[in-house]
């Protein structure tokens, strides 16, 4: 399954990303937009998720719209899920210890494409296989 090195080496693979440390969490911008970043759960999605809260590492990732948010939602609710804070928000959270490294590299992926500037990933579009 997929750790933090996983997440930074796979981030850090796309053209013109950053990793970027704020308030003690990493996350990882293209444009200076986040694409994917560190979220520890806060009190409130703890009292939110109850005993369903997961107690490993979080990640959370950019997607394209809220349908497919809700198709990751529906797809694997062992490793993807959310929270209230992020109802109506284009993003999924990520039981990171419950993800193959494979599947991490096409949520990341997917998740820069969403952010990258049209031109950047149109470029980098047309350079993959």
């Known amino acids: ?22 308030r003690e969490t990493l996350s990882w911008t293209v444009n200076k937009k986040g694409f994917v970043w560190e979220r520890p759960l806060r009190r409130s999605d703890l009292q939110a998720l109850g005993d369903q809260a997961p107690d490993g590492p979080i990640l959370a990732a950019q997607v394209a719209d809220l349908t497919v948010k809700e198709a990751f939602l529906a797809d694997d609710p062992e490793v993807y899920f959310t929270t209230p804070h992020f109802n109506g928000y284009a993003a999924i959270l990520i039981r990171l210890d419950r993800i193959p490294v494979e599947e991490l590299a096409e949520v990341i992926t997917d998740a820069w494409l969403c952010r990258a500037p049209k031109r950047l990933a149109k470029a980098y579009l047309d350079i993959q296989p």
Do not use: H, I, K, N
Request: proline share 5%; hydrophobic share 50%.
């Open 1 to 22: 399954m997929a750790s933090w090195e996983d997440v930074r080496r796979l981030a850090m693979a796309l053209p013109e990303t950053a990793e970027v440390t704020s």
